[in-house]
């Protein structure tokens, strides 16, 4: 059952917190390689919306189970040359068909899927064999120091956090969930240490 800090607060404290400079820096390093029929994972408030290039995309189907995200984005679509579409579902169960999406957007969400492995294996039968995901993400950091301090703050975190997590590997997650990482980079960005190591990139299905 959804509380009422997840459904009416969580959703504002979200907006404003992962549109932060940095982070809109790694969407805007990303979302512009999405091509023709997008699938956006966790959709959230919208905020990728803005770095979608038009003349690229054919529509976004926007995932979400929060419809309390959603009445967040759904505010953002007015500005848009291209056409969004809200599916309410979880990523471990995606009502979209087999072999329809072009491009996999995910970003600042793979920290908050409970069962990956499901939400990978939907992923490898919604995308077209010539399709790719395309990520940003934090995960976990290189260094024990900081990769300890993760560890210790997870259980909080998660819980605070809407079931994000600091400490998810996550080259090895999308290699082990059945893609090729094609691309990849990875720095420390701007902000609280422990959230802030982040891994970019493409990955294509094997």
Not at 95 to 118: E, F, G, M, R
Request: glycine fraction near 8%; aromatic fraction near 12%.
């Amino acid at each position: 059952m959804t509380s009422l800090y997840d459904r009416y607060f969580l959703p504002r404290i979200t907006d404003f917190l992962c549109a932060a400079g940095p982070n809109g820096r790694q969407r805007e390093k990303v979302i512009p390689l999405a091509t023709g029929s997008v699938l956006e994972i966790g959709v959230g408030t919208g905020l990728n919306f803005q770095y979608y290039n038009p003349e690229q995309v054919s529509e976004v189907m926007a995932l979400d189970p929060s419809e309390e995200m959603w009445s967040i984005a759904n505010k953002r679509l007015a500005k848009l040359d291209f056409p969004v579409r809200y599916v309410k579902g979880r990523a471990e169960n995606i009502p979209v068909d087999t072999n329809a999406i072009d491009s996999i957007v995910i970003t600042y969400t793979l920290c908050t899927i409970p069962n990956y492995i499901a939400a990978f294996s939907e992923f490898r039968r919604v995308i077209k064999p010539t399709g790719a995901i395309i990520f940003t993400e934090h995960g976990t950091a290189p260094d024990k120091s900081v990769r300890r301090w993760q560890n210790t703050l997870n259980p909080i975190w998660r819980r605070l956090g809407g079931g994000c997590n600091l400490n998810r590997n996550i080259p090895t997650m999308i290699k082990n969930g059945g893609f090729v990482v094609e691309q990849l980079e990875s720095m420390y960005i701007p902000g609280f240490k422990p959230a802030s190591y982040n891994y970019w990139g493409v990955a294509n299905p094997k």
